[in-house]
Each structure stands twice: as structure tokens, then as C-alpha cells.
């Protein structure tokens, strides 16, 4: 499948002229979000796969490519979930420098499994050294920081005062926004849920909560009746019964099942940048009101 994507590949045409301004692309809106806010004024930041499509099956255009041949930073999510934006930078001989934020947190990609035809070991991954998804936990948001702060400041050494002072206020604000959603949490302690595709690891872990199992447990493939009938019993067992659907993913499948074992729907997002959940405190802000009112109900009616 490497081979194929390689090959595949938009051509590198540059465009425009340049701006005296430095550039930088994110893969996905929560990315893109931490950067530009760290980058400041003198940046202008652009996120690659839009808000509504699934990274896990993103395709680059040529469009994307011309413009990942002109910028001076990406940043990837990396950790086998875009790995197709490493790949264009590579082929475009794009002098980018690429920061790897899985890889910087430690979380590896499981071995590549054959079985999932778009190379997304992540979609297999279940536990949380392997699950990319890092930016739902705020803890792990701001682990980022200081090497986003570093990296920026590698590209631009001016810069270097003003980036570390930014990513100091966006950290305060993000361990604000985490013991907010903390709170918010308490009360749904221990409680397990069912999610759309298995993106939310690392934020179950640091509020107590359980991903039981997710709808679409591989990108674009549907659940198997049987996995069906675990996904309904776990969410009976777990306490809450409510699905998650994403903006991302076709609700179809959760909304038929749903319908036959009695079972709400809530919506989360883990990827925002649209109005309302458009920064990435504002995506986690929506996330939280969404697992509270969800979570609350209790399976089994009453
Ligand atoms: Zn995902």
C-alpha cells in the first residue's frame, strides 16, 4: 500500500511568490490549532485534511502537495495515523522540517497489519501506547507544547522568546480546560462507552472512563453482527446507554443499532475546526458537555 500512495502522489508544483512570512501546515484542526496559536502572528498556518473527512482515509490533492512543497514546518500527528503527509514531504523535496508528535510522545505505531487495505495500524490499536488519537487528552496536549514551542523556534531563532511565552499561556489555559472537564466528569467515574471508531484512549484514561468498543472498529469497515451484540452488551454493562457518533464517520450503522437495542446517540468530535468547535479548547469544551449529558444515561431506562 506504500508503494501504491507513493506513486500515487500529487506532483510537487511550487506556487506564489514569497511572503516574508513563515509557513506551516498541521495535518488535522486540533493540530493546527495549538500551532497557530503557539506561532503567533508571523505564521500562517493551514490545515491539510478537512474538518468533516476522516484523516484515517484522507487522500492528498495536488493542491495539498504544492503547498506542503512550500511550507517551512508540519506538524503530523504521526504514530501511523497520517503517514501519507511524511510521505509528500519526502517526494516533494520539501525542506519542511517535520515534527512527529506521537513519535515525541512515545506512542508507537502496533505492526502494520495487512488486513486493513488503507495501512492504518492505528485502526487495530486499542491500547493506549498505541492509539495516535493524543490530542484528546489535554495532559498529552500540553506535553506537545514545549516541543512545538522548539521546533518553531528552530525554524525561526528570532522568534524564539515569543514562542516560548505563548505555548506558557496555552498551557494554563489547556490544565484549566482539563480540571474543567474533570469536573465535569467526576460523576460519570467508571462509566464505559461505545464510540464511533477507537480515537478516544487517552481521554477515557485521564477521566476515568472506558472505551468499550467503537462502531467502526476499522476505517470503512462496518461491525460484524456479532460485534454488534458485544458492542450492546458493553454498553449495557458499562452503564451508559448512549453511542457516539462523529462528524467524520457515517452515522448509519449507530443509528441502526441504536434504533433495535433502545440505545441514545450523542455527538462527538475529534477533530473540530468548524464554527463552534473551531480552537481546540472550544472542540474539547463541546467534547466534554457531550460525554456529561451522554454518559448520564444509565442503561437499562429507569
Ligand atoms: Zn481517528
Not at 268 to 278: A, F, H, L, N, Y
Request: glycine residues 10%; proline residues 7%; contains cysteine.
Amino acid at each position: 500500500m506504500t508503494l501504491i500512495l507513493v506513486a500515487g502522489l500529487p506532483s510537487c508544483t511550487r506556487k506564489g511568490e514569497p511572503s516574508g512570512r513563515f509557513r506551516g501546515a498541521a495535518s488535522i484542526a486540533p493540530l493546527s490549532s495549538l500551532l497557530r496559536t503557539v506561532a503567533g502572528e508571523g505564521w500562517d498556518i493551514h490545515t491539510i485534511v478537512p474538518p468533516g473527512i476522516s484523516a484515517h482515509v484522507f487522500e492528498p490533492t495536488p493542491s495539498d502537495a504544492a503547498r506542503l512543497a512550500r511550507v517551512d514546518l508540519v506538524v503530523t500527528v504521526g504514530g501511523g495515523y497520517d503517514p501519507w503527509i511524511t510521505k509528500m514531504v519526502e517526494a516533494c523535496a520539501s525542506k519542511a522540517r517535520v515534527l512527529d508528535t506521537a513519535g515525541f510522545l512515545g506512542l508507537a505505531p502496533e505492526e502494520s497489519h495487512d488486513e486493513d487495505e488503507h495501512g492504518h495500524a492505528h485502526a487495530h490499536s486499542h491500547s493506549a501506547g498505541h492509539d495516535p488519537h493524543w490530542w484528546l487528552s489535554p495532559r498529552l496536549a500540553v506535553e506537545v507544547l514545549p516541543e512545538l514551542a522548539a521546533t518553531l523556534s528552530r525554524v525561526d531563532p528570532a522568534g524564539a522568546a515569543g514562542y516560548v511565552r505563548r505555548s506558557a499561556e496555552l498551557e494554563a489555559s489547556i490544565l484549566e480546560l482539563d480540571g474543567e472537564i474533570e469536573r465535569h466528569l467526576a460523576p460519570r467515574k467508571g462509566t464505559g462507552f461505545v464510540s464511533a471508531h477507537p480515537a478516544w484512549t487517552h481521554f477515557a484514561l485521564r477521566y476515568g472512563l472506558t472505551q468499550i468498543g467503537s462502531i467502526e472498529p476499522a476505517p470503512g469497515r462496518d461491525p460484524s453482527p456479532w460485534e454488534i451484540r458485544q458492542l450492546i452488551d458493553g454498553a449495557r454493562k458499562g452503564g451508559s446507554s448512549t453511542l457516539f457518533t462523529e462528524p467524520q464517520f457515517s452515522t448509519a450503522a449507530a443509528t441502526a443499532i441504536a434504533s433495535d437495542a433502545g440505545l441514545s446517540l450523542a455527538l462527538v468530535d475529534p477533530i473540530g475546526g468548524v464554527p463552534g468547535r473551531m480552537s481546540y479548547v472550544e472542540m474539547m469544551r463541546f467534547n466534554m458537555a457531550a460525554f456529561e449529558k451522554g454518559l448520564a444515561r444509565k442503561a437499562g431506562g429507569s
